[in-house]
């Protein structure tokens, strides 16, 4: 995360850098300190929300934040720590997360929308709606693939039976 923040400094490092070969004379001065406040305001906001928590948060927070786009129905990676902590039902968890991945593997075996070149994690998770953050879990966590992995080898093994067939009806004529 310290490594995206430093995008503020590039900026003003750039612009010393500048005023260092324009003029002779350059010395650093207390002033242009103002040009580091972006960069420190940007890691005082994270401060609290991703440098002092635990390494697992972390990881939560980067899965939540790893796409472009930005869900707001998307709850802190603090708050759903939180609750899992505080939640006892992990049968319960177990069963949701269960019927979940049984719901993804019937919509790939009966509706097939792995034959859709442009079908996205996206659309999955408003097919089965769940939330892709959480579709996401289930396929890295239970199925120990990406989302896109398990497309790819979905195709894949559509293509290979097709062509096993395609062999097999040229055999038998």
Avoid at 115 to 124: A, E, R, V
Avoid at 146 to 170: A, P, V
Wanted: glycine share 2%; with cysteine.
């Amino acid at each position: 995360m310290l490594r995206n923040t430093c995008a503020f400094l590039q900026i003003p490092v750039f612009y010393l850098y500048v005023l260092s070969v324009c003029y002779s004379d350059f010395k650093l001065k207390p002033k242009y300190l103002i040009h580091l406040l972006p960069f420190l305001i940007a890691n005082i906001a994270l401060l609290p929300r991703f440098y002092t928590v635990d390494t697992a948060s972390k990881k939560l927070y980067l899965e939540n934040n790893a796409g472009t786009h930005i869900n707001s129905k998307l709850k802190l990676v603090s708050d759903i720590i939180s609750e899992e902590k505080n939640n006892n039902s992990e049968a319960v968890n177990e069963n949701v997360h269960n019927e979940e991945l049984l719901k993804l593997k019937k919509l790939m075996t009966e509706e097939k929308p792995f034959l859709n070149p442009s079908l996205t994690i996206q659309d999955i998770s408003k097919e089965l709606q769940i939330p892709v953050c959480q579709l996401s879990i289930i396929c890295n966590n239970r199925v120990k693939k990406w989302g896109i992995i398990i497309l790819l080898n979905q195709r894949n093994s559509k293509m290979r039976q097709n062509l096993l067939n395609e062999i097999y009806d040229k055999v038998l004529k």
